[in-house]
Nanobody, 121 residues
Framework: QVQLVESGGGWVQAGGSLRLSCAASGRTLSTLTMAWFRQAPGKERQLVAAISWDGASTKYADSVKGRLTISRDIPKNTMYLQMESLAPEDTAIYYC??????????????WGQGTQVIVSS
């Protein structure tokens, strides 16, 4: 069983930066395809960024390309989402997710509890 715990959310002014972390346990990140999703009030959950288990493939939503960067630290078994040039439309609950397959667009089996990001204008 994989457990995921997010941290790093909070309040930031537009144009600011945040770094989200996702600490995994139960399985090493080198065997998991990982992703960040977000859900804003009244909207569907959206895939923000994903990285394959071998790190060879990444995927970003068009709305975040060039501003958000997904990465991972294998020894720490932790994934990150570096967020730059944040805008009010980035306000959402951000979720960490994992799956055992290699397809970054597949169904994710494991989820964290979410961390809130609020960007004020």
């Amino acid at each position: 069983q994989v457990q995921l715990v997010e941290s790093g959310g909070g309040w930031v002014q537009a144009g600011g930066s945040l770094r989200l972390s996702c600490a995994a346990s139960g399985r090493t990140l080198s065997t998991l395809t990982m992703a960040w999703f977000r859900q804003a009030p009244g909207k569907e959950r959206q895939l923000v960024a994903a990285i394959s288990w071998d790190g060879a493939s990444t995927k970003y939503a068009d709305s975040v390309k060039g501003r958000l960067t997904i990465s991972r630290d294998i020894p720490k078994n932790t994934m990150y989402l570096q967020m730059e040039s944040l805008a009010p439309e980035d306000t959402a609950i951000y979720y960490c997710a994992a799956r055992t397959g290699s397809n970054v667009l597949g169904v994710y089996d494991y989820w964290g509890q979410g961390t809130q990001v609020i960007v004020s204008s």
